[in-house]
């Protein structure tokens, strides 16, 4: 059985915690689905995006336009997702993605199916991961096992069944994730 995590950040008075740590900050976003919820960076999130080591976008950009935008803040790596137009492969998005995050070890795929036995498939699917981001749903998530956790940041811009809006924060410092959060946004 995992163990959820329900840390919650409030930005207050429109402010982000400072970032003075030599880790790495990484902003993970998904379910963009631009343009039609995305037409531009909500500005609760460009707070977040300015203070960015990294960029994970776990898929449904819909458009290229919007790495285009987020690469501007910082280095983005994303994974296709089911409503993404042939532009966002082109852009660079392959359908996983795995990488090293100041010696964590990272996997990350759009949809990671039904929730029930999500965590034992994830580990199958990405057996070196210390962490899998994933999207597809809209519901933020962030739940660990012995060896592995598993993060959706939900939607900025597409809510859906949830209360508000949101995206996630990581920070990250020799191999270990220190801290994990879900924003809200609207």
């Given at each position: 059985?995992?163990?959820?995590?329900?840390?919650?950040?409030?930005?207050?008075?429109?402010?982000?915690?400072?970032?003075?740590?030599?880790?790495?900050?990484?902003?993970?976003?998904?379910?963009t689905h631009a343009p039609?919820?995305?037409?531009?960076?909500?500005?609760?999130?460009?707070?977040?995006?300015?203070?960015?080591?990294?960029?994970?976008?776990?898929?449904?950009?819909?458009?290229?336009?919007?790495?285009?935008?987020?690469?501007?803040?910082?280095?983005?790596?994303?994974?296709?997702?089911?409503?993404?137009?042939?532009?966002?492969?082109?852009?660079?998005?392959?359908?996983?993605?795995?990488?090293?995050?100041?010696?964590?070890?990272?996997?990350?795929?759009?949809?990671?199916?039904?929730?029930?036995?999500?965590?034992?498939?994830?580990?199958?699917?990405?057996?070196?991961?210390?962490?899998?981001?994933?999207?597809?749903?809209?519901?933020?998530?962030?739940?660990?096992?012995?060896?592995?956790?598993?993060?959706?940041?939900?939607?900025?811009?597409?809510?859906?069944?949830?209360?508000?809006?949101?995206?996630?924060?990581?920070?990250?410092?020799?191999?270990?994730?220190?801290?994990?959060?879900?924003?809200?946004?609207t």
């Amino acid at each position: 059985m995992g163990t959820t995590h329900p840390r919650t950040l409030e930005a207050r008075s429109g402010a982000c915690p400072a970032w003075e740590d030599d880790g790495v900050l990484v902003v993970v976003l998904s379910d963009t689905h631009a343009p039609r919820r995305w037409r531009g960076c909500p500005p609760a999130v460009a707070r977040y995006l300015r203070q960015a080591d990294v960029i994970l976008h776990a898929g449904d950009v819909c458009t290229a336009s919007v790495l285009t935008e987020l690469a501007e803040y910082a280095p983005v790596t994303a994974v296709v997702g089911n409503n993404d137009d042939s532009s966002v492969a082109r852009w660079g998005a392959a359908p996983t993605a795995e990488l090293d995050l100041a010696g964590l070890r990272v996997a990350m795929v759009h949809d990671s199916g039904a929730a029930a036995g999500r965590m034992a498939r994830l580990r199958r699917r990405f057996p070196r991961a210390d962490l899998v981001v994933f999207g597809h749903s809209h519901i933020p998530l962030d739940e660990s096992a012995p060896g592995l956790r598993i993060f959706n940041p939900g939607s900025p811009t597409d809510r859906r069944r949830q209360p508000r809006g949101t995206f996630g924060v990581l920070e990250i410092d020799s191999g270990r994730l220190i801290e994990a959060s879900i924003i809200p946004v609207t």
